[in-house]
T-cell receptor, first 116, second 110 residues
């Protein structure tokens, strides 16, 4: 079974702090994704990566950055946390690769981040 | 921008009844996927239907796709309390990523 793990289930930070959210997958997937989920807005894509050291902006990248130094690990960084970044953050991975047509995504359990 | 929009936003039914959720989208797709999310957890993939398919079954799930209307429906037959969750459609336009809708919250009353 694919396993996607996230470093924390719950996190409380203060405004202005630098926040790191870590995600690790164990199935050698090419693609990894970071979403945030807010009531009434569904899942919104922040960033995704289709290869090591490669990244692409999603729909709401402002205030976030990412790092993918190893294939299995994708980090989301909040450079200076703000209260409007309080949300549920979900990491996912998919097989990807050249010629891949079906991109079923496997999700981690989520990190509920509160910024005070 | 959101690609898929689910309807209804919330649905409450009795155990044993069927539940139908609909998804509409805006642009051409390669495939459409349905996911389930139990409260406070990550999403779990349920079923994928390709753009050249019209109907697909998996256990108690039945998915239809009408590309001319840009819409899909998910039917859960003989619902159980354990089916209580939020359900999301996700459209894949072929760029290695999918776009999720806002979800339907299903409550199955025992």
């Amino acid at each position: 079974d694919v396993k996607v793990t996230q470093s924390s289930r719950y996190l409380v930070k203060r405004t202005g702090e630098k926040v790191f959210l870590e995600c690790v997958q164990d199935m050698d997937h090419e693609n990894m994704f970071w979403y945030r989920q807010d009531p009434g807005l569904g899942l919104r894509l922040i960033y995704f990566s289709y290869d090591v050291k490669m990244k692409e902006k999603g729909d709401i990248p402002e205030g976030y950055s990412v790092s993918r130094e190893k294939k299995e690990r994708f980090s989301l960084i909040l450079e200076s946390a703000s209260t409007n970044q309080t949300s549920m953050y979900l990491c996912a991975s998919s097989l990807g690769g050249r010629g891949s047509s079906y991109n079923e995504q496997f999700f981690g359990p989520g990190t509920r981040l509160t910024v005070l | 921008s959101q690609q898929g929009e689910e309807d209804p936003q919330a649905l409450s039914i009795q155990e044993g009844e069927n539940a139908t959720m609909n998804c509409s989208y805006k642009t051409s797709i390669n495939n459409l996927q349905w996911y389930r999310q139990n409260s406070g957890r990550g999403l779990v993939h349920l079923i994928l239907i390709r753009s050249n398919e019209r109907e697909k079954h998996s256990g108690r799930l039945r998915v239809t796709l009408d590309t001319s209307k840009k819409s899909s429906s998910l039917l859960i037959t003989a619902s159980r309390a354990a089916d209580t969750a939020s359900y999301f459609c996700a459209t894949d336009a072929g760029y290695q990523k999918v776009t999720f809708g806002t979800g339907t919250k299903l409550q199955v009353i025992p």
